[in-house]
């Protein structure tokens, strides 16, 4: 109860600001489509350029944030909008939330809208070769997850996962908590951790070691099974961020190790999904380098020679000292040999 009270009120608090972006030139051209009938959740819309409405272009698929428990298409209107400016058919995917939906249950709806975009890309002139999956807190958790089921069927199956044939063109990350084991172990206002693991799973656990009994244990973390086939990754995290500081430096990590293009931006000073409020010069300079990354990834140029590690505080660019950078981003090693299917 706590942990949804808690994550519907800041997206009532931010509201307005979230969904500042407006565009004359941009249309819903799908409301509440429903892609699944296992959930009232599982509908979506489609966001495009009025000009475009009957043009074949590439897909950005959004998945919202709310701790897995809250948060609605409604309040990513603004941010999906903005994404259809720039030439992209956008799906706002809504999808089963805990605690009536446990995991991985969630991560199966927004499966079957991606199976339900393939069944109809001809209807809504969707490029199915061009995909860009995308989420933002708990939803960047997701577009991870389904970043590895794209490519590695005995992790999917495992989930029982529903199948669909989509290669991702590349994922763009926002503030996500990729490592959610790890994040039990924090200490949170209202024990929202532990709160949220029970909502998760339906496991009423109290020390860590009774986490390792749950049968998913192992593969709840899912990014620790990302290999080389891990699409081209547009990723923004902040050192204020209460929900999630130090995972995506990890995940960062594991991507550079299997050679996959990186292309991040770490604030210093940020709180969790800034770049959602975007009359702010941090959401504005975050969003300016997440269009050089798809401008790059979309002619198909993006290779690791062009990573990039773009640091801001207070909305600007500054330049990091190579040392603090290293230590920031791989002073905790990850021991993935830990984890098999």
């Known amino acids: 109860m706590w942990s949804k009270l808690i994550f519907r009120e800041i997206d009532m608090l931010f509201n307005i600001p979230q969904n500042s972006f407006r565009s004359l030139k941009n249309k819903r051209t799908a409301k509440n489509v429903v892609y699944h009938t296992d959930s009232n959740s599982c509908k979506l819309d489609i966001y495009s350029k009025r000009s475009l409405k009957h043009t074949k272009a590439p897909v950005f698929i959004n998945i919202h944030g709310g701790g897995f428990v809250a948060g609605d298409k409604y309040f990513r209107r603004g941010f999906c909008s903005y994404i259809a400016s720039l030439g992209l058919k ?85 503030c996500g908590p990729y490592i959610p084991s790890e994040a039990f172990g924090k200490k949170t206002i209202f024990n929202l951790n532990k709160l949220l693991w029970r909502d998760l799973t339906g496991e009423n656990v109290e020390q860590l070691e009774d986490l390792k009994s749950y049968k998913h244990y192992n593969h709840m973390d899912a990014i620790k099974f990302a290999d ?71 002619k198909g140029d993006l290779s690791t020679a062009q990573d990039m590690s773009i640091h801001i505080q207070h909305g600007r660019i500054i330049v990091m000292p190579p040392e603090e950078i290293t230590d920031m981003e791989i002073s905790k090693e990850i021991d993935t040999d830990m984890y098999s299917i």
């Open 90 to 174: 956008v799906i706002n995917v809504n999808y089963g939330l805990c605690p009536e939906h446990k995991y991985p249950t969630f991560i199966d709806h927004i499966a079957r809208a991606i199976k339900w975009c393939e069944d109809h890309s001809d209807e809504y002139f969707l490029d199915m070769d061009n995909v860009i999956i995308s989420g933002d807190s708990a939803g960047a958790y997701m577009a991870s997850a389904l970043c590895i089921c794209s490519e590695n069927p005995d992790y999917s199956n495992m989930l029982e996962i529903t199948s669909f044939k989509t290669k991702f063109k590349g994922a763009a990350l926002f």
């Open 228 to 298: 080389s086939n891990f699409p081209p990754t547009f990723l923004s995290h902040s050192d204020k961020d209460v929900f999630c500081i130090g995972h995506a430096p990890k995940l960062i990590k594991i991507l550079k190790d299997n050679s996959v293009p990186v292309w991040e931006v770490h604030s210093l000073d940020d709180w969790h999904d800034w770049h959602t409020m975007m009359n702010i010069r941090s959401s504005k300079t975050t969003l300016h380098e997440f269009e050089r990354f798809l401008a790059v990834l979309l």
